[in-house]
């Protein structure tokens, strides 16, 4: 199991925590996703067949890329 803290400076609200969490819990694999809107920054823990790669990538297609 592989758990990250990501820094998502487009965060701003609850409402895109929960965008965040809806979309990357669709990726196979992953079995958590925790956020904090007030630091900008989401805790994803998953095993394969999600990768930090695919994560990464769903985030920037929903507007919301890791720095």
Known sequence: MEKK???IP???CNH???TIK???SEIDG???VQGDAQKKQVTVEYDTPASIDKIL???KEINYPAQ
Do not use: G, R
């Open 16 to 18: 895109c925590v929960m």
């Open 57 to 59: 990538d769903k985030l």
């Open 5 to 7: 803290d990501l820094q």
């Open 30 to 32: 992953v079995s958590s």
């Open 22 to 24: 809806n979309e990357l």
């Open 10 to 12: 487009n965060i701003s």
